[in-house]
């Protein structure tokens, strides 16, 4: 079966810094798509950023980035200058056939003040 | 615009009873539509999936069920509630695909669910 591992169950940053989410994947597949999604308090599910595997480069969403590592099957989130609203679950996710994303069991990220 | 629905927001339920979550999506056509339950504390897990009406795939053997009697409709089911049901439920949409996923997910606002 396909995995997702976060190791981190858990991080914090100081308001302003920048914090790395880590996510790594298993596939046998050539073509596929990567994702972070974030889950505030209210548990709406939100799409931060997609990453196209067959891109070299990385995706950038005004704050978020990501470090994708293909050969290594990585793929972290960059978040730069955390504000308090950052602070939520994230979900790391990778897209199968049929669009069946397989999701990791997600980070807490904790912003402090 | 498309919005998806998904009620009710929170449901208490008692062993044995049956269940019945609705979802709609509305502004698009022939979506594909999704179930995911999230434990707490933990990720998602995908329950069902469909692609079109009465297309349903079942990811994970378990005691619910899922319909899809229109084309922006997708219910989840269940005869007889367990404990082990309870969880957040979320319904979600995508655009059809039929290759590597490669679209992104608009979810509902979920339903959380107390089986007592």
């Known amino acids: 079966a396909q995995t997702v591992t976060q190791s981190q169950p858990e991080m914090s940053v100081q308001e302003a810094e920048t914090v790395t989410l880590s996510c790594t994947y298993d596939?046998?597949?050539?073509?596929?798509?990567l994702f972070w999604y974030k889950q505030p308090p209210s548990r709406q599910m939100i799409l931060v950023i997609r990453q196209e595997a067959y891109k070299q480069q990385n995706a950038t969403e005004n704050r978020f980035s990501v470090n994708f590592q293909k050969a290594a099957k990585s793929f972290s989130l960059k978040i730069s200058d955390s504000q308090l609203g950052d602070a939520a679950m994230y979900f790391c996710a990778k897209g199968e056939y049929g669009n069946k994303l397989v999701f990791g069991a997600g980070t807490i990220l904790r912003v402090k003040s | 615009s498309q919005t998806i629905h998904q009620w009710p927001a929170t449901l208490v339920q008692p062993v044995g009873s049956p269940l019945s979550l609705e979802c709609t999506v509305e502004g698009t056509s022939n979506p594909n539509l999704y179930w995911y339950r999230q434990a707490a504390g933990r990720g998602l897990q995908l329950l069902f999936y469909s692609i079109g009406i009465g297309q349903i795939s079942s990811e994970v053997p378990q005691n619910l069920s899922a319909s899809r009697p229109q084309d922006r409709q997708f219910i989840l089911s269940s005869k007889k509630l367990l404990l082990s049901d309870s969880g957040f439920y979320l319904c979600?949409?995508?655009?059809?695909?039929?290759?590597?996923?490669?679209?992104?997910?608009?979810f509902g606002s979920g339903t959380q669910l107390s089986v007592l």
């Open positions: 979600a949409w995508s655009t059809p695909k039929f290759s590597v996923g490669n679209e992104k997910l608009f």
């Open positions: 596939t046998s597949e050539s073509d596929y798509y």
